[in-house]
Structure formats: structure tokens, C-alpha cells
């Protein structure tokens, strides 16, 4: 058994910023591949930002390159999403995600490990 705990959402203004965190427990903690994915109201589940078990890999979605940042502490079994220059099209439930090495780390379907999700709202 394993578990992924988001925390951290909550509501900021356009331009603020916001660090969510996932911790992990059991077998997710060792989990090769970590990523957080995103869904607005009416919308599919998006990916976001993916990162490796060496963190030499980081992988992030077009919107968001340049204002995320993602990262993992393997001591502290927690993985990070740093979200600056937040906009309101940022909002949505940020979901985190783990499983082992990936053909596509940017597709749902691939991830067996899902988190409850933690809520992001950008006022405008």
C-alpha cells in the first residue's frame, strides 16, 4: 500500500505564488516517476510538470515552463511544485501522481498513484 497527500492550495492573486506539496508514503515513496497534473472545472485532467528519481530529468507543459518549478526530497519523501506569476487560467485542482519509469510521463493512463488533489484558485 502507498499514499499521496497534497497540500498547499489555496487562493492567490494574479502574480502570486504558491508551493504544493505531495508527501508519500509506502511504496509510492520510492516510485521512480513523480508528476503533478491539473483539472479545471469542465475541462480533462492536464499534465503539468513531471520529474525523475535522480531529479536529473524535469519535464513541464508549455503554459507552465519558466513560471514552475518542480522538485523532490527524497529524506523527506515529498515531492514540490513552486508556481510563480500565477494566472488565473492556473486554476484548478492540482493533482500529484507516481509510478515507475514511464514510456509517457505526461499521460494519465501511465500513473497507477494518484493523490486526493488540492485546490488552486488565481483571482483575477
Known amino acids: 500500500q502507498g499514499q499521496l497527500v497534497e497540500s498547499g492550495g489555496g487562493l492567490v492573486q494574479t502574480g502570486g505564488s504558491l508551493k504544493l506539496s505531495c508527501a508519500a508514503s509506502?511504496?509510492?515513496?520510492?516510485?521512480?516517476?513523480m508528476a503533478w497534473f491539473r483539472q479545471a472545472p469542465g475541462k480533462e485532467r492536464e499534465f503539468v510538470a513531471a520529474?525523475?528519481?535522480?531529479?536529473?530529468?524535469?519535464y513541464y507543459a508549455d503554459p507552465v515552463k519558466g513560471r514552475f518549478a518542480i522538485s523532490r526530497d527524497h529524506a523527506k519523501n515529498t515531492m514540490y511544485l513552486q508556481m510563480n506569476s500565477l494566472k488565473p487560467e492556473d486554476t484548478a485542482v492540482y493533482y500529484c501522481?507516481?509510478?515507475?519509469?514511464?514510456?509517457?510521463?505526461?499521460?494519465?493512463?501511465?500513473?497507477?498513484?494518484w493523490g486526493q488533489g488540492t485546490q488552486v484558485t488565481v483571482s483575477s
Open positions: 520529474i525523475t528519481w535522480s531529479s536529473i530529468y524535469t
Open positions: 509506502g511504496r509510492t515513496a520510492n516510485m521512480y516517476t
Open positions: 501522481a507516481a509510478d515507475q519509469a514511464l514510456t509517457d510521463y505526461s499521460s494519465t493512463s501511465e500513473y497507477r498513484n
